[in-house]
């Protein structure tokens, strides 16, 4: 009896495998309907399926493989090129470049980048090449005067008048030596964008000092000295930095000025764009010297230039005056420049930040000793 139930059994029929269900029917005779299906056909299809699944799979992941393959040997491309292009830098050749991929993605935008911090390395090394090559022959060249000089006293004997004016003479070349030395250190110093310590520091108060001590080099060239600055402007920079700038300028404007001229230093304030950010300081030395050519106004901030050559030799400048200043200026988070105007002479506009207030006006007192002649 099937007990209600319908079990599923396998069958074997004709030597042909199957499976069949058998299910009672209701009523006072009772039968049993089996229903069966031969599953030799179907195995056979399934067995079928299986190997072309199989086959597929295998396939499908040979060809992703060889596509991935593919894909991250084009991707890495660059990176090859771009670390053989390193590796060849990394021996020597400074001048080599990563060659442009044109593609805007990572790849492409560190490229640009690469490039960009190559020029600029390339640039520093061809500048400390060629300040090596200035600063050796600046002080190579005192050197073999004072030698030649030396060698020409103890050729004869002389009286103590003479030995006296050859060692004044070296005496006076090694005190040049020793400025350009301090200059190059206070450079290099410079160039390491360690930042000094800033405070707020009264601007009229540090062109007291800087116009005191320039007073007797104006006096001897007869060139008068002024200062128009608001008794309340402050920059915020470090005193005694911020004075070898101011120096500088004032020395440069003095010597390279006309006979009879006058150097003047204004200042105002440009208010900051209502953020966080300070307001800033414009200064402007100006001279009533010849003046520098539009071509040459960028060049005079190198190390080593200089203008006029003989002049600047006979008047003792190196031509690091204008480069310490740009990089002592630089660190206090402004610009130094050379702008155009339409009076006579050279006009350094330095811009620095600071407070102030555009149009207050200096007190009787403060007035009086900022615009007096030096």
């Known amino acids: ?16 495998p199957g499976r069949m269900v058998g299910l009672a029917t209701a009523g006072p005779e009772r039968y049993v309907v089996a229903v069966g ?30 596509v991935g393959l593919s894909l991250a040997s084009r991707a890495l491309r660059p990176v090859r090129m771009i670390t053989e292009r390193a590796a060849a830098i990394a021996e020597g050749q400074f001048e080599t470049r990563l060659a ?3 593609a805007d993605d990572e790849i492409g935008r560190m490229t640009g980048l690469l490039n960009r911090m190559l020029e600029r390395l390339h640039g520093a090394l061809d500048a400390n090449r060629r300040f090596a090559a200035d600063a050796s022959h600046e002080l190579r060249s005192p050197l073999t005067v004072m030698l030649g000089e030396v060698d020409v006293a103890l050729k004869r004997e002389r009286d103590g008048d003479e030995y006296r004016r050859v060692l004044g003479e070296v005496q006076s070349r090694l005190r040049g030596m020793g400025r350009l030395t301090e200059d190059l250190m206070l450079l290099v110093r410079a160039q390491e964008n360690v930042a000094p310590p800033i405070t707020d520091l009264p601007l009229l108060a540090v062109w007291r000092e800087v116009m005191a001590r320039a007073a007797d080099a104006a006096a001897s060239a007869g060139v008068v000295l ?34 009879g001229g006058a150097v003047s230093v204004t200042a105002r304030v440009e208010p900051g764009d209502g953020t966080w950010a300070a307001d800033t300081v414009v200064i402007q030395v100006r001279d009533t010297g010849p003046g520098i050519p539009a071509a040459e106004r960028e ?12 002049r600047s030799r006979r008047t003792g400048g190196a031509g690091l ?4 200043s740009r990089e002592i200026v630089r660190l206090f988070k402004g610009s130094i420049r050379i702008v155009a105007t339409d009076l006579p002479g050279t006009t ?27």
């Open 1 to 16: 009896t099937l007990g209600g139930a319908s079990p599923l059994v396998e069958v074997a029929v004709g030597g042909r």
């Open 37 to 66: 299906l031969f599953t030799d056909t179907l195995e056979a299809t399934l067995g079928d399926l299986r190997w072309l699944l199989g086959g597929v799979w295998i396939g499908s992941m040979v060809v992703t493989a060889l």
């Open 100 to 102: 442009p991929l044109g």
């Open 226 to 259: 002024s200062v128009d600055v608001p008794a309340a402007m402050v920059v915020y920079a470090e005193a005694g930095l911020l004075g070898r700038v101011f120096d500088n300028l004032v020395q440069n404007a003095v010597q390279y000025n006309r006979d």
């Open 299 to 310: 060049r005079v901030f190198e190390r080593f230039y200089r203008l006029d050559a003989s």
């Open 321 to 324: 005056g204008l480069a310490i």
């Open 348 to 374: 350094v506009e330095v811009r620095l930040p600071g407070s102030g207030t555009r149009v207050e006006a200096v007190s009787a007192t403060d007035g009086a000793a900022a615009r007096s002649p030096a």
